[in-house]
């Protein structure tokens, strides 16, 4: 009825995935539409649908296509299409429904999924989701169906083992360079474990980027593959593969809001994608990690297992100590070198007992007895280390990198203790921005190395911590922040050993999930 | 600490008010912002902070700037600009908090809906917003603070008068141009009565629509003032005017996801906006209505009388009978016909009932008694004829315009009774449908002519309805609406009485909003 002949306006750029097209308020009034109504766009024997986004003073006989749209068509500019408008797609029915009350179906969830990886959906209506989700609570059978299709809308990595361990830490805490022991642990052991990790966001570092000091980590999932086939293991960064991708664009609605309904289908939906059986979840614990009390730790757990066990996979918990950093050093630069150097036999207890207690966990999940002990003996015989040399190389780096080799900022600044005493608190997010404000991740040499451990005796003058930078405006940038937020506090002591508890319940009746 | 200097890249055209600005997912990561991140851009002696989304494939050296931050930066094309990171938004941190379930207070909400207004606000966060209160349901309080920003955050009527008279109706019956007798009536009797309409969005025709044949209706508030202060009164189209601008901007996330937890405080912000003091509230009821039942539409009427009151408004709400269409017209140039027919004392029973009882309680509510006769005196006598002619000319139309002046569609197509019986089912959604498919009301001489009312005795070969359209194209995608719809029922009969019930209540303790 309404069809419109309009002139193509490339715009040049894209859209974050979505099909949007731009037009002008008085041609949206000729075609019967308002922002976020939908429209189909023809030219030759080439259609598709998408978003209407109402621009005052766009040109008025012209479309704006973003390069989803544009590239869908084959158009160039000035090319003429025919637009009219299209109904209201299923998906965008289903979530009104949800914002009515209803319960999905696993129809309507693969749908909804299917079109936000499509880019179907506007920001409105998936906030409109996410919101709602937040309120309502997946039911576990929401939240199993919106794992599945996550992970059925992405690349999978197929791997031909009938056992694929993984691991997954809940993060939060500085310096955690577990994944670089533990992965060539379990390779070394004949096991299959192909890590994906992600980069820094609100912290100093990522595993990604820690990885990315000795080799690259930007491979695709074919490249993951290989390596994997010719090592067992991998450490790559799960961004530049196509895993549950919904889970990206998800994010992107949930980071500005603050809010993460779909904290637990992300996570699990990462790991079926790239066929893990078995999977060991670290929850670091503690006050200034992101799980405070070990109650609330075994409550996520729970919910983690459960979910996990109805998609087909082992899971277990690890409930880990996470009020200060693991290691002493923070940063890409300065942790790979920590983890070269435990790999070689001279690694920080703290970092040690953790990862050898994570890879036992899995190592028994797998059917052996005494984990702990075979993942220490793997990590001291030297074991480890010559297969996380063989994973650098397969990866595309220095087989023969030395702790030397690495390279950390030139510019220093070093904390000493002012008066005796204990080491009585040590502040996780003030060492992250610190670290952060002194170029990490960006700049790969810039971080803290932390010279000393909760509860531990110091004297007067004892160094405390040196800061690394690349460049002295972010040293003395990381300086005052110090001044601000002091990190590290002396006075009475307490201790502190690593693996806090270990939770392998079996799935409860109780939908746990409904928090 | 992490500015740039970026190319400024117009974009050419509008970003829906918003303050939105596109950079390259690489220039992004260099800045250490993410999509819906603030930054703060300068230029001169200018700056500005905006939204950011991240755009891949945006030229590197650059920064895509639509005109709402080019015209405060007053910038042009491949100007230099310094782009930084800016911190989250105030705004920002109430609705997060709202996410968490806190209540805002007047403070926050004066600010989150002046960001809304000056376009600070990303629509993913205005949609948590909305899905937040939808969830969560406005307190009394907070809807007190809402209706209250959102006036003063737009422009407002100040009028010299202490008693300003004014209707609004909740809508969904075709054909109510009741407005257009109301006024006149008020106006006739030295009442002040600004009435602010709206264009038809779902309908064949809003009373802005129906009004803009007689007269223009898109005046400035300006132009509004000087018509009211000539003639005590005016029938404009709000959407020029810029009355409680945050509602226009909610409504547009609204409408998308069919939730509209604003419902009555945009109302009654528009009311307050023009000055309005006691309000009559039109609520058609009924099957096919907005509001299907008399206790729905006494539960909506209780919430609305509360919400003024607390703002110092007189409202009283009017049940009406709302399963069929109100007199006999339907599209602008039909109904206008009619309205200036019912004016010069030859108009349909049921619109003359509906409008002499809402004139009838506005002015008991404006002290006197006996308002219904009053009000059918003005109408008899022949003075709200000119005064409405007066109102005609202050906008700017033709004063002497008679009824046959006015241009209703060329092409039309009647439909007879097939049967003897009574009307027993007229289908409201279907009409409208019809109306906007034989081009109302952009084409304002389409429409309908209904020549039976629900109940009335009709013998086989009576003619049922005349569809009006403009162009043969779309009269017979009209027909075609009826050949699936089938808009009119023949059966057993019922009769209908347009005022079903007066709500008066004063407010309770009770807080209904809490629906």
Chains 1, 2 share one sequence.
Request: glycine fraction near 8%; hydrophobic fraction near 45%.
């Amino acid at each position: 009825m309404n069809e419109l002949r309009l002139k193509v306006k490339m715009l040049g750029f894209q859209a974050g995935g979505k099909h949007i097209v731009i037009i002008d308020d008085e041609v949206a009034a000729k075609l019967d539409v308002r922002s976020l109504d939908r429209v189909v766009i023809r030219h030759n024997d080439r259609e598709v649908v998408a978003i209407v986004n109402v621009a005052k003073f766009f040109p008025g006989d012209f479309i704006g296509l973003y390069d989803e749209v544009a590239n869908i068509l084959k158009i160039k500019e000035e090319d003429t299409v025919e637009v009219a408008p299209a109904g209201v797609p299923d998906s965008l029915l289903y979530i009104r429904r949800k914002l009515m009350g209803a319960r999905l179906n696993a129809r309507e969830i693969r749908k909804i999924v299917e079109d936000i990886v499509d880019g179907y959906i506007s920001d409105v209506e998936l906030t409109a989701l996410v919101t709602a989700l937040h309120y309502q609570h997946m039911s576990l059978e929401e939240a199993l169906n919106f794992t599945k299709a996550m992970v059925e809308t992405g690349e999978m990595l197929r791997l031909p083992s009938k056992i694929v361990l993984d691991k997954h830490s809940l993060g939060g805490v500085p310096g955690d360079k577990t994944s670089m022991i533990v992965v060539p642990i379990i390779a070394s052991l004949g096991y299959i474990i192909p890590k994906t990790s992600s980069r820094a966001i609100t912290s100093a570092a990522g595993t990604a980027d820690r990885m990315e000091v000795l080799a690259p980590v930007s491979l695709s999932v074919e490249e993951m593959k290989e390596v994997v086939l010719k090592t067992n293991g991998c450490l790559v960064w799960g961004g530049a593969l196509r895993l549950a991708p919904a889970d990206d664009i998800i994010i992107r609605v949930e980071y500005p809001l603050g809010i993460d309904p779909f904290f637990i289908p992300s996570i699990l939906a990462k790991k079926l994608a790239v066929g893990s059986t078995h999977v060991v979840l670290d929850i670091p614990t503690g006050r200034g990690a992101k799980v405070p009390t070990i109650s609330e730790a075994r409550n996520l757990a729970h919910d983690f297992i459960q979910l996990a066990s109805r998609l087909g996979m082992k899971m277990e918990a690890a409930v880990t100590y996470g009020e200060q950093p693991i290691g002493h050093a923070i940063g890409p630069a300065l942790e790979a070198r920590e983890a070269l150097i435990t790999l070689m036999g001279k690694g920080p207890k703290d970092l040690i007992d953790k990862a050898t207690s994570i890879a036992g966990i899995l190592l028994e999940m797998a059917g052996n007895t005494n984990g702990r002990e075979l993942a220490l003996k793997a990590l001291q015989s030297g074991k480890a280390e010559k297969k996380m040399r063989e994973i650098i190389e397969a990866q595309g780096g220095d087989p023969n990198i030395k702790p030397d080799d690495i390279k950390v900022g030139d510019k220093t600044f070093t904390y000493y203790a002012e008066t005796d005493g204990f080491v009585f608190w040590i502040n996780n997010q003030a060492l992250a921005l610190i670290g952060k404000t002194a170029g990490a991740p960006k700049d790969k040499g810039a971080g803290i190395y932390v010279y000393v451990k909760l509860g531990e005796k110091v004297k007067a003058g004892d160094p405390l911590f040196t800061i690394y930078a690349e460049s002295s405006v972010k040293l003395q940038a990381a300086e005052k922040i110090v001044d601000e937020m002091k990190p590290i506090a002396i006075g009475r002591g307490i201790k502190a050993k690593m693996l806090l508890e270990k939770i392998d319940t079996k799935p409860e009746k109780v939908v746990m999930l409904e928090r």
